[in-house]
């Protein structure tokens, strides 16, 4: 009873909020491996980096040394307008479950953009106004990380261009209205408005685009525009470093109660949220402080970590971009189009690759029936209708929570939820529906994404 | 630049929290006009009352001289779970305003019903399952409210029959959905599980509904349901006095910085959320202790307070429910169909239509292509995206923080922020789109309206 002090949600003071990023990288002893040039497969120079990216970020993506990265002040006073995001003590479904595990969860949802894709897209917007440039390019699927930029951007007053995945523009027009809401030009993918979406048009005559094709006109717009620079929400070494934001503020809040946990979980995709919310926990695991168990959930219908391979691969499915060192299915992997949980991306961060296959992190993947029942379950009890994505780390925090309830354990269980699902309602209505189908991709299924692998000798 | 040291956000305390709701009607010497039995045109007594509703929630329907009533723990305990709501300090608008006005916002949208609804839902689904009822009934339109119920049911474990006009429930299946997720039975109305419904579908097939239909056919249901209560998201006494925790959260947050707002401004449709915030507000003004400019913003196309008559009329357009007095524009007021912006409801809540005409409020219209530049303004530098209803607001805050401007008054304002808008793409794509018009009903367009008052001597 006596940790019924511990309220429900913790909220840091201001004065309380971290005013530095971490960089795991700097605790690791076996570093990620660099970003290949594709062409000479030579790791990548800042220079080469700086014609894609603006040349703070670039300097971020390659440091691997600096522990502590100050937050620009600007940064910090954005932050202000949605941070510090709540740690809730999930009391509620704690005792639905009737477990002797308490859980907490970290919720990136309150914010337009719906997620923790705000954190990074506010330092990659401010960075560019500081270069002096007057906008950026990104691509997005679904949407968020599109919104999560044209906040940013116009907060800055700062140019954004989206392209945005022809089909997802069409059938899911709301998110395409909140970017415009905060200014950003939508672009559907592909388009006529660069030679690679040109090409792919004449091509692919009625192509309803794809994820791919989208970066590939992004980082052209971004590299044939006088003052433009592409920008990524996910995977970079960068965007883990902005993310650190959710780990950090977990950390101070734990600290402050005297909790500690026992097993973080999170879900992953590119790997943004997790190796934000982990980062300082692996942190004090490298340096031999503490121990964590630390578990990645990806869908099994996309299982990068789980059934991938540890090996060089395209960062982009239109091969553009440099090559990273990940866990990957191949950049021409197909994820099954009934998949309705995202985190669809065939690789993941190289910093959490790294560590993944050095044995400081587990990895599991869940099917996405499962996925929608514990996101229901969670809504019911806990109140927030949490996006499929987050709803990964909640499957694996229940069932984690049960078998403390068998083995009578108290274990400290702590999740990212990285957002809302009010723009996935068409997802829930297959589900409530039973027309929800769970696929699990065979070997066979995954063979021509390995053999889209490069050949690189590393 | 003292005024700094004031966070962008306040955030109570749970031990700051309020834990007794403010019953307005205690401090008013001239009481609302009690609600009417339709047949007798006596007052309705607590007995014909109960029949519709709780038992509980009749007596505080009933109750005009308890100034202060508790907070049942276990709806103190569901508030831990959403509230309490930050006041925030809009520093960002104030600064691209370039006004010395000080804006404070109220922010209700951070739960997943998106809006104020949740904080009666609660009240009156606990009351619900303390008589021992098996269920509850309502309407909804958009679904809001439908929403916030089917929440607040699912916690208690109660039964959640919603009513939703045919026409939202085919064209805006995002929030039914949200309120199966959340357990609820969603019946497009008119439906054939009902007389009324019935009736009206042999007499107008294939029409779309109404949400006066709705209600009827909600209220039938829970009447001859065994076991089964209705209840409604606004306009009744009983619902304001939950909402007075917004106001009453407010009013401590102020208090605990020193500030004292000049002007306090919320939207009315029925008058929830504006009761809700302006109540200890209001409470002072009765008593002669402060003086506040108190100002009920309220669609051009649906004016109610500005525009409509001071009489006994019928809460719904069914004509099922008893008549309360209050501003109305008559149960057959029927709002253009091109209207975006919610508030739609004809009538204005008694207590604030007393207070209204006893001249302690001022009210005012705005028409809806300048509240959607409002809400458009203000998400792109304060990062929230409104509700169009909480837009209203907004745009009178804008304007009156901008008169402060050209006169050089540092007034305090303090806005309510009633929800966010995420289900309402489709009006902010019009208004992206070019192709929002503005209505003002003529003085012709209201006379259906007014004739269909009913004949009350009193």
Redesign the interface.
Do not use: D, Q, W
């Given at each position: 009873m006596e940790d019924k002090k511990i309220?429900?949600?913790i909220?840091l003071?201001?004065g309380e909020m971290p005013k530095q990023w971490y960089n795991v990288r700097a605790d690791m002893k076996n570093k990620p491996e660099p970003l290949l040039n594709p062409g000479t497969l030579q790791p990548m120079t800042a220079e080469e980096l700086g014609h894609v990216f603006c040349d703070e970020l670039v300097k971020q993506e390659l440091d691997d040394t600096t522990a502590y990265i100050d937050i620009p002040e600007e940064i910090q006073s954005f932050y202000?307008?949605?941070r510090p995001s709540p740690l809730v003590r999930a009391y509620?479904l704690e005792q639905k479950l009737d477990t002797p595990a308490k859980i907490y969860y970290k919720f990136e949802g309150?914010?337009?953009s719906?997620s923790h894709k705000l954190n990074s897209a506010i330092a990659q917007a401010y960075y560019a106004k500081k270069q002096g440039l007057k906008g950026v390019t990104t691509e997005t699927g679904a949407g968020q990380w599109g919104t999560a930029l044209s906040?940013a951007c116009?907060?800055f007053d700062l140019d954004c261009k989206v392209y945005m995945v022809k089909v997802s523009y069409e059938q899911k027009?709301?998110r395409r209205?909140?970017m415009?809401?905060?200014?950003a030009s939508v672009t559907p993918s592909p388009s006529e408005t660069t030679a690679v979406g040109r090409k792919i048009l004449q091509e692919h005559p009625g192509t309803t685009g794809s994820l791919g094709c989208a970066i590939s006109e992004a980082v052209e717009a971004a590299t044939s525009t006088e003052g433009y620079r592409y920008v990524l929400g996910s995977v970079l070494n960068q965007v883990l470093l902005h993310q650190s934001i959710i780990g950090l503020e977990t950390k101070i809040a734990l600290d402050k109660y005297g909790i500690k946990p026992d097993i973080i979980i999170g879900c992953a995709g590119g790997g943004s949220n997790l190796g934000g919310l982990v980062s300082p926990f692996m942190g004090e695991k490298l340096r031999g402080e503490a121990d964590y168990r630390i578990i990645a959930v990806e869908p099994a219908s996309c299982p990068s970590l789980t059934r991938g391979k540890f090996a060089y691969d395209f960062c982009d499915t239109g091969k553009v971009c440099p090559l990273a060192k990940m866990y990957t299915l191949g950049s021409g992997f197909i994820p099954s189009p009934n998949h309705a949980g995202g985190l669809r991306y065939h690789g993941m961060s190289s910093i959490l690759s790294k560590l993944y296959d050095d044995g400081l992190m587990e990895a599991c993947s869940v099917e996405q029936t499962a996925v929608f029942e514990a996101?229901?379950q969670f809504?019911?009890?806990?109140?927030?209708?949490p996006a499929p994505e987050s709803s990964h780390a909640i499957r694996v925090a229940i069932d984690e929570a049960m078998k403390c309830k068998q083995t009578g354990e108290e274990k400290t269980i702590v999740f990212g939820l990285t957002g809302?699902g009010?723009?996935d309602?068409?997802a829930?209505?297959k589900f409530?529906n039973g027309e929800m189908n769970d696929y699990i991709p065979t070997d066979e299924d995954l063979k021509p994404g390995f053999d889209s692998l490069p050949k690189v000798d590393k």
């Open positions: 309220p429900y949600k909220y003071e201001e202000k307008m949605y509620c309150n914010n337009t719906g906040m116009s907060y027009p709301f209205e909140v415009r809401t905060y200014g996101a229901e809504a019911r009890v806990e109140g927030i209708l809302t009010y723009f309602m068409v829930y209505e409530h």
